[in-house]
């Protein structure tokens, strides 16, 4: 995936999870379809980033059959989530902020699809790797 797709996807995710109480299930409903069509994130995931405001039963009724990839997804996550994936951008990644986002529940194999940071090279720095790599 481009950088600019990652940074889109992470966005959208954010506005509709800051936006989905203030809007309508119909509205909700209309920007999770048009999340969904990038095939990033799980019927489960889009309606945690719903504020489960459409059950993750009704996506699946109602969205069209893809492929879609799963993992855990922390959605009080989205903000460090942008944070690292900036970060990756401008070749630094801030294990420290990594580390939180993965003990806020958010797996590795999702952090490293929505930031483009490598999962292996995860694994090996957070365990008890510098806080800080220069890429």
């Not at 119909?26 to 999340?35: G, H, P």
């Amino acid at each position: 995936m481009k950088p600019e797709e990652r940074l889109s996807v992470i966005s959208q995710a954010l506005w509709i999870r800051n936006n989905s109480v203030l809007l309508s299930k119909d509205e909700v409903f209309r920007f999770i379809a048009e999340l969904d069509q990038l095939g990033i994130f799980s019927v489960r995931q889009l309606s945690k980033i719903s504020n489960n405001k459409i059950s993750s039963t009704t996506l699946s009724r109602y969205l069209p059959q893809r492929k879609r990839i799963g993992g855990r997804l922390n959605t009080q996550s989205l903000e460090d989530i942008l944070e690292c994936f900036r970060n990756n951008e401008e070749g630094f990644v801030n294990y420290r902020l990594v580390r939180k986002v993965l003990a806020m529940g958010t797996s590795q194999n999702v952090l490293a699809r929505l930031t483009g940071i490598p999962q292996s090279t995860m694994s090996r720095e957070v365990k008890d790797g510098p806080v800080f790599t220069q890429g």
